[in-house]
């Protein structure tokens, strides 16, 4: 029996999330290995690859797409840029790991989606809840009738910290933060789509940036059509911690999904009851980040779809977009 040919990823992006990507693939998925990494600011793929070992930089991105060297590609550059990179990626022959989100405007993930079916290659969007287990066992769960038929969703991010408001692009709460909230209701709610948004929305954590249009605290009411009501909430200031949970209510039962605290342990003192907390995303959702690229590795050798396909990511921009149009007119918007 032969040995598997090892999978050469290439990275593009090498600031927060690149970095601890970079790492992930350079040290944690077997049968992987991190060849190149591309980002344009001065000497941060060096940085990078030096830390990790990898012999190849570049500064653009097109030449790392132009390796021979390189069978797929993570993206992890600025969230603008995506959908031209899944593009020119695809036109390159690589098979594709992109951070949500994949595009800005429905065009663009039109474009991205078309280009990776035009050029037969794997597509893959960074949705890590569906790999984290307890919301994984509870998609199952509902897909096994367990809890009946849906009628109440939940899902919600609260982010520890807004450190930076003035470099917080304009929509960025419903285009990077709850649209992985969307990806959930709809991952929880399985062969159920949106068809109607409302979005109550404000500046509560800095309200002197909501004039530069910085809204940092949202709540968003989802009608799907087989009838489900849900609500995905999110806020940039959780002074306790990162906390991503979810919620799903049916005829049968209810299923709860997601904790913020570092580890099960729990200590009672005799000033109260206390538990730690994680800080950081890539600390709260570290094995599911993990098991998304090695999924995606899987995939490059198996040929299967995705978990998290272009099409998932565009039927979570689109309900992030009728967000946007609620919130500028004031009302609900169908889709």
Same mark, same amino acid.
């Given at each position: ?6 999978i ?9 999330m690149?970095?601890? /990507?970079?790492?992930?693939?350079a040290r /944690?998925?077997?049968?992987a290995s ?5 980002d344009?600011t001065p000497?941060?793929a ?15 991105p ?14 992890a550059?600025?969230a603008?840029s /995506?959908?031209e ?7 390159a022959?690589? +098979?594709?790991?992109?951070e ?9 993930a039109d474009?991205?989606?078309a280009?990776?079916? +035009? ?8 949705f890590?809840r569906?790999?984290? +287990?307890?919301?994984r066992?509870a !998609? ?8 009946g038929t ?8 609260? &982010? ?19 649209? !992985? &909230?969307? &990806? ?20 509560l954590?800095?309200p ?8 940092d ?12 009501i ?10 306790y911690?990162?906390d991503?949970r ?17 580890s099960?342990?729990?200590r009672y003192?005799a000033?109260?009851i206390q538990?730690?907390?994680q800080?950081?995303?890539? &600390? ?6 993990i098991?998304?690229l090695t !999924? ?5 050798r ?6 998290a396909?272009g ?5 979570a921009?689109?309900?992030a977009?009728a ?7 004031g009302?609900?918007?169908?889709l």
């Open positions: 029996m032969g040995t598997l040919k090892t050469r990823l290439g990275l593009i992006g090498a600031g927060r690149g970095s601890f /990507h970079g790492q992930t693939a /944690h998925i077997p049968g991190l060849v190149a990494i591309a344009p000497g941060q060096a940085r990078l690859a030096d830390a990790l070992g990898v012999q190849r930089v570049y500064t653009d097109q030449q790392l797409l132009d390796d021979p060297e390189v069978d797929g590609i993570l993206i550059a600025p603008r /995506h959908a990179l899944v593009i020119s990626a695809a036109e022959g690589k +098979s594709i790991f992109c949500k989100p994949m595009a800005i405007t429905l065009d663009e474009r991205a989606i280009a990776a079916a +035009s050029a037969n290659v794997t597509l893959q969007v960074g890590n569906r790999f984290v +287990s307890g919301f066992e !998609h199952l769960d509902v897909v096994e009738g367990r809890i849906p009628q109440l969703l939940r899902s919600l991010t609260r &982010d520890p910290g807004l450190s930076n408001p003035a470099g917080v692009p304009q929509w960025t709460i419903f285009l990077e933060t709850l649209i !992985h &909230d969307f &990806d959930t209701l709809r991952y929880l709610n399985p062969g159920a789509e949106a068809v109607e948004v409302f979005v109550m929305a404000d500046a954590v800095a002197a940036y909501k004039s530069k249009g910085l809204l605290t949202a709540v968003v009411t989802i009608r799907f059509d087989n009838g489900a849900a609500t995905a909430e999110a806020n940039f200031q959780a002074v911690g990162y991503v979810g919620e799903v209510f049916g005829s049968a039962g209810m299923l709860t999904l997601g904790s913020i605290t570092r099960s342990m729990v003192l000033d109260g538990a730690d907390t800080r950081m995303d890539t &600390d709260l959702l570290r094995d599911a980040y098991a998304e !999924h995606f590795v899987d995939c490059l198996t040929g299967k779809k995705p978990l396909s099409e998932d990511a565009r039927a921009l689109a309900i977009r967000c946007i149009e609620s919130v500028q007119r009302a609900p918007v169908r």
